[in-house]
């Protein structure tokens, strides 16, 4: 079983649509959370950054986090077809070593 | 956030032979980490490099293979060495950014290699 379970998509959505991206795990340590964006042929960018449960809001995009559940959640609001890309969770018990999902591949169409 | 640069940006490269990538980042940073993403498989790190001292290897991960240098604040380089097949991946470096109490990482390009 991986540390990190994502599905990969593709996940289809019309533009305006509210988006939900999860991510489950395995590893009760884990305390710090992230969402990278990663767009084609392109470097992962840092999106969303939390540490422990609880939820943070930037602009339109919201990411959740329970750890009783070991289950975390991106959720993007009017979507827009700019918001097409590969979104990927990751996870770390502190500081450094990083432990990603494979991404989930979004699509949305105008 | 820091700027990173990598070259080269994409190699097709003979089996048996070795690649040297590059990173290169706009301020001073302590770690520095290379990451592998293969196809439809997630980001795996490599190994963490620290200025001044031996790389950090992870699980599956060899120092012969994958030698990586970091001989200032700014810059670390990762060779692939003896290439097979297996090795086509995008190679990722990332940084931790010092300045933010959470030491959020940022990412490079990435650079596209394919091994023949």
């Known amino acids: 079983q991986k540390e990190v379970e994502q599905d990969p998509g593709p996940l289809s959505v019309p533009e305006g649509a509210i988006v939900s991206l999860n991510c489950t795990y395995s590893?009760?340590?884990?305390?710090?959370f992230m969402w990278y964006r990663q767009y084609s042929r392109k470097g992962p960018e840092l999106l969303m950054y939390?540490?422990?449960?609880g939820n943070k809001e930037d602009g339109r995009f919201t990411a959740q986090v329970d750890k009783s559940s070991k289950y975390i959640s991106l959720f993007i609001r009017d979507s827009q077809p700019s918001d097409s890309a590969t979104y990927l969770c990751a996870m770390s018990e502190g500081f450094q070593k990083l432990v990603f999902g494979t991404g989930t591949r979004l699509l949305v169409s105008p | 956030s820091a700027v990173i640069s990598q070259k080269p940006s994409r190699d097709i490269c003979q089996r048996g032979t070795s690649l040297t990538i590059q990173c290169q980042v706009d301020?001073?940073?302590?770690?520095m980490f290379w990451y592998r993403q293969q196809p439809g498989q997630s980001l795996t790190l490599i190994a963490t490099a620290n200025q001044g001292s031996e790389a950090t290897y992870e699980s599956g991960f060899v120092i012969d293979k994958f030698p990586i240098s970091r001989p200032n604040l700014t810059f670390s380089t990762l060779t692939v060495s003896n290439m097979s097949p297996e090795d086509s991946s995008i190679y990722l470096c990332?940084?931790?950014?010092?300045?933010?109490?959470?030491?959020?990482?940022?990412f490079g390009p990435g650079t596209r290699l394919t091994v023949t």
């Open positions: 301020s001073q940073v302590t770690m």
């Open positions: 990332s940084v931790e950014d010092d300045t933010s109490p959470t030491y959020e990482q940022y």
């Open positions: 939390t540490y422990s449960s």
């Open positions: 590893n009760s340590a884990f305390q710090y």
